[in-house]
């Protein structure tokens, strides 16, 4: 059974960083493209990052590019999104989901969710 488990999110002032986790269950991690997706109120869920399987390849949603890193340790079975720089539109939910890889961009193309972590950024 795949199952990740979002954490690290919580209330912090613009500017500040954040580290997310996405610790994921079963032995086939490493098969596994991830990717973090975020979703505000009133708002679609939106992509933000993803990283392929072996960690070689990462993408961007073009408005965190130079202040959102992802990276993975496959030994941990974990995912990280370090986030600096926060901005208040940077509020949502963020969720972590793994996947075959592909269209990265959409959330169609992962199989596994986890339930998120509440990410806000006051002003």
């Known amino acids: 059974q795949v199952q990740p488990v979002e954490s690290g999110g919580g209330l912090v002032q613009a500017g500040a960083s954040l580290r997310l986790s996405c610790a994921v269950s079963?032995?086939?991690?490493?098969?596994?493209?991830v990717g973090w997706f975020r979703q505000a109120p009133g708002k679609e869920r939106e992509f933000v990052a993803a990283i392929s399987r072996i960690g070689s390849t990462s993408y961007y949603l073009d408005s965190v590019k130079g202040r959102f890193t992802i990276s993975r340790d496959n030994a941990k079975n974990t995912v990280y999104l370090q986030m600096n720089s926060l901005k208040p539109e940077d509020t949502a939910v963020y969720f972590c989901?793994?996947?075959?890889?592909?269209?990265?961009?959409?959330?169609?193309?992962?199989?596994?969710w986890g339930q998120g972590t509440q990410v806000t950024v006051s002003s």
């Open positions: 989901a793994a996947g075959d890889g592909g269209s990265y961009w959409l959330p169609r193309m992962y199989v596994y």
């Open positions: 079963g032995r086939t991690f490493g098969s596994y493209a």
